[in-house]
């Protein structure tokens, strides 16, 4: 092997070496920015609120509390391992529903708006516009008959 | 330099900088796994009040803010709050709010744990009214219109009946433009463990859990049962302090895991030390790889009664509503499905009375299934023999202290007591009965208990040798004085009966040891102190 | 053989077509590029111009990602800011290296800047591009003092309303300068969004136009060939090419710059204050270090005349290599007198920031 060989044999490996080190190292920079903008966070930026017992409420029974925001939520038993919880605020124009045990149904009394068991508009002005009820999630930690409802975490407030 | 080099170099740091890079990468990744932390929720629900609250009572709301119930958006009125009508209520900016929090506020939540209490001997420590206990606080320390002692003292432990401030047609009297009630001030504040609450609850659960953080840690800590397993008639604490358990805990204080969250199990979140509450009510891994619920009800692993006279093996009664009686077993056991007339004390009219309550048995627990519930947690450390040696050593001594002290003495008090010489109406007349008493109530507890939990000083020296100088040097001579007192016949008749009880064997040494014995003796203080 | 043949020439007609659609003589760009570098600029302080344009690139991409969260309103932007450091994927990351890359970018200037200095390569013909380029630092303080704003802890808040009221005691334009750079007469919800607009739109934008300019003026004027004293250069290597010699250089400086500001990131990542409160002072309020020189001026001074005494150096030193020429012709003043100006006026920097770092 002559020197010429010899000298473009290291020029080629230090080229390769660089493009190589330059590829990933870059890569790796670009691909860290890019999970920057993906709009992950790390944890679903949701809390459990303590909401009821499962035994303080009865199947069929309608329980109402308050979320962070202030916003009333009915939780009814749907069934023995069942739950659903509502938003009590219309979604047609914000008056407050309730649950009419005899007919089986939320009803809201400012524009007669019917909402059947699973929140879906059936009659009045919001089955019109099919606006149907703002359901919230449950957490059931049935170990400790403990009911949650999960609310966006609030603000990491300093006091 | 040429251009080659010039390359390498850029190579070299581009490598250095993809290592930076996925150190971020790992930095990134060790953060993702960290928990967050939460901060406490005020729900709207709470709002009011911690608004307020945060300006007069600032480290009371700081307290809440710090326990698991304000991160789960647990707060004020989910206690506080109370009914319209509710003796303790009061409407108070626009709520129904009680100040005293009973274990049926806590059940709301909690129902298996106040299940647990509710049968237990500490939801029960508030019935001592009836006991010599409560004699010496309120009589023998206390004076007509200040029962100051019983408050400050007995109460605080064992729990008072809460009261309020009535007027002459027995209404409550309420203060304030909150028209809030008046609690009798002898009887609240109150952190008793068997308080007798207004809305029919025994207890506190305050007592164990303080509030406002609720802090699992202390519950779990030994101290916290110190508050009142201490002193001279009881000296739990002392003794656990002096046992290799308690030595093993304050050392390794670090490991022992203390604010686990959820089940605190031995053998799984901490094997430095047991507390109090590991072996009487928490959580232990069992041979199968699961581990044992805990209990609150304190003393479903015990298996003798430590605090009588005489000491006896306890049965337990379950019957069909939960209730609970522990039957010694001098006393026969009925059979499950039994009715059984049961006697249990509840608060009427802020007074505690006895009422008969006929119940069907359910369940029987023997005092051997109870002792194999307590050994579970043993055998975490220690082998079967080992256990069942310790237990041997235990069971010897409460044997001891009951056949050579303990029923012998009682059998000549209860003796005096049908020759007349002692009045049943007048418990601490005599020097005989303060001595008796501190025989068995002080020194017979301290013996026994110091053995129950390996406090080899309070078995002997603060126990057993208490119990004997004051069985030979205060107790007979007492026992004759006092008969004497009542009649020279009665005298000589109680001089005879102390006779008797000395000539047998074990007492016999009084009158001198063995000639063997007594040369050991002296040899042994000739070799070691040179006398 | 017919077939490869049909094939390559489908090829080049592909690329002819493709090239119709962008018609730009690529020759032009290799020119360019082909320029041959003197071979002083070998030495790395040559080099300290190009590392600034890399640090204002890194300063682009990583600006343009963190506005993807920022939240320019007085309510949230101190939240948004939280949420990138902590939420975010790689968040505390890119932060830091735009923190990092934005200090180091003012460093490389002043260094460019004394380099510049003391090679005299301001000097005729070359004046414009020294004023051009005092622009720029210009621009890139104020980059550095409405970015620190916007993170809108408690000290970049304060730091906000200490620098507007320092605009305020500027000569005759002050007050409105001040009430146009707060849009109000206080610091407001106005004042952050105008920070906010000044700092990923206007100034952007004008740094662009200002690099381009002082890169242009560079070309067109081509480099002074320097000789040191001493340093014997043979003929043929007097020059060297741009590409790929100087590119490569460039290349190392880039690759160097990104590792010490993850490395930075790493060691000393960008941490937050305690949220900005208006109705409460800070006991100590510092600027950026870069700014330490003006802030303990105004403690030696008054408002007005560290203001008024700032502005006149700004402005003698934008025209210096005009009122040097002046200088030189009106009192025959030699080169030397020049650089021990130059070493003084650096050492007084050098004090005042020192100064107050200590204090």
Known sequence: MDETDKSSRRDWLATVAMGVGLGLSYGVFALEGLLFLLPRQIKARTRNLFAGKISQIRVGGVRPFFDLEGNEILLRRKTEREFQAFNSTCPHLGCKIHWEEEEQRYFCPCHRGVFDVDGKAVSGPPADGNQNLTPVPLQIDEAAGVIYIEVKAASRRRT | MDLTSKRFIVAALAFLFLASLLLVAYQESKRLRGEQQLDPVVTALNEGCVDCHRRDSPALVMEWEHSQHAIYGVGCVDCHGANQGEVDAWLHEGEYVAALVTPLDCANCHEKQYAEFSQSHHAKAGEI???????????????????????????????????????????????????????????????????????????????????????????????????????????????????????????????????????????????????????????????????????????????????????????????????????????????????????????????????????????????????????????????????????????????????????????????????????????????????????????????????????????????????????YDEFLPAVIEAARNKSTAMGRKYQQRVDALLAQEEHQWVKGLSPEEGEALREMYQQRYNE | MAELQEKQSSQAGLLHRVSQLFPFDWELVRQASAEPVPYHIKKWWFCLGGTVLYLFVIQVVTGIALTFYYIPSPDQAYQSIAEITQDVRFGWYIRSLHKWASNCMIVAMFLHLLRVYFTGGYRHPRQLNWCIGFLLLGVTLTFGFTGYSLVYEQLSFWGATVGT???????????????????????????????????????????????????????????????????????????????????????????????????????????????????????????????????????????????????????????????????????????????????????????????????
């Open chain 2, 129 to 471: 009214l009836a006991s010599l206990d409560n004699v010496l606080a309120e009589k023998a320390a206390g004076m007509p219109g200040n029962n100051a002692d019983a408050v400050n003292g007995c109460w605080q432990c064992h729990g008072s009946i809460i009261r309020f401030e009535r007027d002459e047609e027995g209404q409550v009297i309420t203060v304030g433009n909150e028209n809030r009630p008046v609690i009798d001030a002898d009887t609240w504040p109150n952190s008793g463990i068997g308080r007798l609450n207004p809305d029919g609850s025994k207890g506190s659960c305050h007592a164990c859990h303080s509030r406002h953080a609720f802090e699992a840690k202390l519950s779990r800590s030994p101290e916290n049962c110190g508050k009142c397993h201490m002193g001279p008639d009881h000296p739990q604490i002392e003794i656990y302090n002096e046992s290799k358990h308690g030595i093993a805990f304050y050392a390794n204080r670090d490991r022992m895991a203390l604010d686990t969250r959820g089940d605190w199990v031995l053998g799984r979140d901490y094997s430095a030390a047991p507390t109090c509450a590991t072996c009487h009510i928490s959580s232990y891994m069992t041979p199968n790889g699961q581990y044992t619920a805990n209990s609150h009800d304190v003393g479903e692993r015990i298996s003798w009664t430590l605090r009588p006279v005489v000491s006896t093996l306890l049965n337990s009664v379950i019957y069909q509503d939960g209730f609970k009686e522990d039957y010694p077993d001098t006393r026969e056991l009925p059979e499950i499905g039994d009715t059984v007339e049961t006697i249990e004390k509840v608060v009427e009219n802020e007074q505690l009375v006895s009422r008969t309550v006929p119940r069907q048995v359910a369940r029987i627990v023997t005092w051997e299934e109870r002792r194999q519930v307590m050994k579970g947690a043993c055998l975490n450390c220690h082998n079967n023999t080992y256990v069942d040696n310790f237990y041997k050593q235990f069971d010897d001594l409460v044997i001891l202290y009951n056949e050579k002290f303990a029923k012998p003495a009682k059998s000549i008090m209860d003796d005096l007591t049908a020759d007349g010489v002692l009045n049943p109406n007048a418990p601490f007349e005599h020097h005989v009965q303060w001595v008796y008493w501190e025989l068995w109530h002080h020194e017979g507890r301290r013996a026994r208990h110091g053995a129950s939990m390996m406090g080899p000083d309070y078995t002997h020296w603060h126990g057993m040798y208490e119990v004997s100088k004051h069985f």
């Open chain 3, 165 to 359: 009221n320092l605009a305020e005691a500027v000569p005759l334009i002050g007050p409105s300068l001040a009430y146009f750079l707060r849009g109000g007469p206080e610091v407001s919800e106005n004042t952050l969004t105008r920070f906010y607009v000044l700092h990923i739109g206007l100034l952007p934008t004008l740094a662009f136009v200002l690099i381009f300019l002082h890169v242009l003026l560079i070309r067109l004027h081509g480099v002074t060939e320097l000789k040191f004293e001493g340093e014997e250069v043979p003929e043929e290597a007097r020059h060297f090419r741009f590409w790929p010699d100087h590119a490569t250089t460039e290349l190392l400086i880039g690759v160097l710059l990104m590792y010490l500001l993850t490395i930075m990131a790493l060691v000393f990542p960008a941490g937050l204050g305690e949220p900005a409160n208006p109705i409460q002072t800070p006991e100590h309020i510092k600027p950026e270090w870069y700014f330490y020189f003006n802030f303990r001026l105004l403690q030696l001074t008054s408002l007005r005349v560290s203001v008024v005494f700032t502005m006149a150096l700004g402005a003698i030193c934008f025209l210096w290599p005009f009122v040097e020429e002046w200088l030189t012709r009106k009192f025959k003043v030699s080169d030397r007198v020049w650089v021990m100006v130059g070493v003084l006026a650096f050492l007084g920097f050098l004090v005042l920031t020192v100064w107050e770092s200590f204090v």
